[in-house]
Every structure is written in C-alpha cells, then in structure tokens.
C-alpha cells in the first residue's frame, strides 16, 4: 500500500516537474521569438532610416545639381560697354550694360535701346578670327543697316559707325573690325568702308 502510495506520489512529482520544464521552454521560446521580431524591427529601422539618409543625400546632390546649373546660367551673363556720341556729336561717350549672353543680336539689341541702331536693323553674323597676327572680327549686317546708315549726314554716319565698331571691338576683345552689308562692301553717299577698321576716336 506504501509502495502504491510512493508510486503515486512520485508520478505526480515526475509530471509535475514535466510540465514546468515545458512551460519555460514554452516561455523560453516566445522570449526567443519576441527578440527576433525586435530585431527585425530594428533591423527594418535601420534600413529605413538608410534610405532615408540615401533620399536626403539624392535630395541634396540634386540641390546641388540645380544650383550648379542656375551658377552657370548666371555665369553667361555679360557686361560690355556701349558706345553712343554725345548731345552735340562732337565726341563718343560709353556705358556699361549687362546683357544675358555675349551675343552679336544681344549686343545689337543694346545698341537699339540706346539709340544707336534702328530697331529693324540685325547683324547676321559674327566671326573672330586673326588676320596677319591681329585679333579681328567680321561683322555682317542685313539690309536694314546700310538703309539706316545711309539716311544720316556724315556726322551722324561717322558716330553710328564708330559706336558699333567700337562696341563690338570693346566685348570682343578685337582691334580691328570689318562690317559688311548682307555680305557686300558697305557703302553709303559719304564713304565706303571696304576693309577692317581701328577703333573710333
């Protein structure tokens, strides 16, 4: 009877402690389990975090991109000098302007809002090249220019030509400057100006 008793008693205990041992290895588990998904998080954190760091650093070489485009936009602004006589055409006067692109149009454009130049009048092309060791510059006119030239007595031919020679001498860095009408000889009632020309005095 004893012995049943011990046997009952033992089987108890046995089972008892058999189930505790699976409770904390259910328990061990679920702690295993619990740090694995912090870890993931972690790890999924890190890796957002990443690539936020990635988009910022995208987002500011872009930025960078912009900017450098926008310094070179600005950097093709120029500044040249024109040239125009003075009230009573007895001497060339000059001033700086700022145009957006050294250009033979743009620097025509700036001759007309000074007056200089008739507002029809375009230069149809615009070569630098070295003649003899001189730095000079082929300037070819439209139609408009010659007519324009033309309509004006000789001191105001001499100062229109001496302001767009001088003009286009001075944002070129040229001596000499050769104008040309639609790619013949300008000539006017007054003159003819087949070659290159200095600056005007």
Do not use: W
Request: glycine share 6%; net charge negative.
């Amino acid at each position: 009877m004893k012995r049943k008793m011990f046997i009952v008693l033992l089987t108890g205990v046995l089972l008892s402690v058999s189930a505790c041992s699976n409770s904390s290895s259910t328990d061990a588990s679920q702690s295993d389990n619990q740090k694995n998904e912090q870890q993931d998080s972690d790890s999924n954190n890190g890796k957002n975090e990443n690539k936020d760091e990635e988009n910022k650093a995208d987002q500011v070489t872009d930025d960078s991109n912009k900017n450098d485009n926008q310094a070179v936009q600005e950097d093709e602004s120029a500044e040249i000098t024109i040239y125009t006589s003075n009230d009573d055409a007895t001497a060339f006067v000059s001033e700086s302007v700022k145009i957006d692109e050294l250009t033979p149009e743009n620097i025509v454009n700036a001759l007309v809002q000074k007056s200089v130049l008739s507002s029809d009048v375009q230069a149809l092309e615009c070569d630098k090249q070295t003649v003899d060791g001189v730095e000079c510059l082929d300037v070819d006119f439209n139609e408009a220019f010659g007519a324009y030239v033309c309509s004006m007595g000789t001191t105001g031919e001499y100062y229109t030509i001496g302001s767009v020679v001088n003009t286009f001498l001075n944002a070129y860095g040229c001596e000499k400057v050769k104008i040309t009408v639609e790619g013949n000889t300008l000539e006017t009632g007054h003159a003819e100006y087949p070659g290159y020309m200095n600056r005007f005095e």
